[in-house]
């Protein structure tokens, strides 16, 4: 691929109306450009122009990209590589929306679907339990370092729609995939919709974030591994609307580390205020609204669970006996559960993992789309 100094390649400058052309159409303006490639300067876009992603489109370390609010990114569906907007270690985005003008990234497709384009990745320099310089997952990019308080810029207000191409048969990009991103970095008010992997994914690292949607995502809502440990307050899934099926779909799936479930740092974010509304399929045969394992720790509380129907399905399963002591020392709080095929699978000593209550509001309205999502528009 060509590297251009600005990795923007303006291929039209019209004042033809690029409005809204469907109902997931927000943002963007009247003119059109293009980015690809990598951006090696400090780089400001303009909210009245449209951007087509056209293919990787990588930050440079040292290098900030400003995205303002009501900007309009569009991954192309059909380019010969994957469209994604990834980060580089010391690179950062400024993507500042508003409720009023979300930032808006989803597919050039005149019929979108999961899996058009590759969605948001952010590599940082935070700590994870594989070390330093770790080969991502997806792009092939490098994570890890020593500063837990790593700043990878500023993540607010953002609409990530389709995301989520396949890579290869094993491996997949989210919504958005945070690689080792440290707590200086700003996350708040984003949704996730409509992607073929999972909405949200944490490998390690100890970012921070508020007001999390994951809409009709095709695997996990929220997952994570390899000693994540951060604080999210107010998570909100569902998954009924998800335009493909999978057998294995879960509200949150969390894992310390698949070789080593003692791998230090374990995986051990506090969450609060959660809700998780599953595909109600009794088709759906390896599903959890939480399914806990592979060391991982964590403290949790207030969680609204709700059609988790499948056979063998469970609001929250607990998984090897690292995780299982783990939670009866330090159960999930405050569970409501509704229209469920189990609280819990069967362990030895499980009912201790977990407190069962009538009362918990989850992200604030049970399982009903919170008020502080009323920007989304769903």
């Known amino acids: 691929m060509k590297k251009l100094v600005l990795s923007l390649a303006i291929v039209a400058a019209i004042f033809t109306s690029c409005g809204d052309d469907d109902s997931n159409n927000t943002g963007g303006g009247t ?25 990787p489109v990588y930050i440079a370390d040292g290098v900030t990209l400003t995205i303002p609010a009501g900007t309009r990114l569009e991954g192309n569906a059909e380019g010969t590589q994957v469209a994604v907007l990834a980060v580089r270690q010391g690179g950062k985005i400024n993507a500042q929306g508003t409720a009023a003008k979300p930032i808006v990234f989803t597919s050039n497709s005149a019929t979108p679907a999961p899996g058009d384009w590759g969605g948001i990745v952010i590599c940082g320099k935070a700590v994870t339990n594989l ?66 992997d999972d909405g949200f994914e944490w490998f390690g690292g100890s970012v921070n974030g508020t007001n999390l949607l994951s809409v009709g995502n095709q695997d996990d809502s929220f997952d994570w591994t390899e000693g994540w440990n951060g604080t999210v307050s107010n ?41 998780l509304v599953g595909r ?48 009866l020392a330090n159960p999930v709080s405050g569970v409501q559960v509704t229209n469920v095929t189990a609280n819990t699978n069967t362990f030895e000593g499980s009912a201790g993992a977990l407190t069962i209550v009538t009362s918990a509001t989850g992200a604030g309205n049970g399982a009903s789309m919170p008020s502080w999502a009323a920007w989304t528009g769903l």
């Open 31 to 55: 003119k059109e450009a293009v980015l690809t490639g990598n951006i090696t300067a400090d780089m400001s876009l303009d909210a009245n122009t449209v951007y087509t992603i056209d293919g």
């Open 131 to 196: 070390g330093t310089n770790v080969q991502a997952e997806v792009t092939g990019l490098t994570y890890g370092g020593t500063n837990a308080a790593d700043n990878s810029g500023v993540y607010s207000y953002l609409r990530i729609e389709y995301a989520g191409a396949l890579i290869n048969p094993d491996a997949e990009f989210n919504g958005v995939t945070f690689y080792a991103v440290g707590s200086g970095t700003k996350v708040d008010n984003i949704l996730t919709f409509q992607g073929s």
């Open 235 to 275: 998570m909100y899934a569902n998954q009924a609307g998800a335009l493909a099926f999978s057998a294995d779909s879960r509200g949150i799936e969390a894992d310390n580390n698949t070789a080593n479930p003692l791998l230090a740092p374990i995986s051990n974010p506090v969450l609060s205020n959660i809700t």
């Open 280 to 327: 109600k399929n009794t088709a759906v045969t390896s599903e959890a609204g939480i399914m806990l394992r592979r060391g991982t720790h964590g403290k949790i509380s207030n969680v609204f669970i709700q059609d988790f129907t499948g056979t063998g399905s469970a609001a929250i399963k607990f998984d090897g006996t690292d995780s299982q002591t783990w939670f």
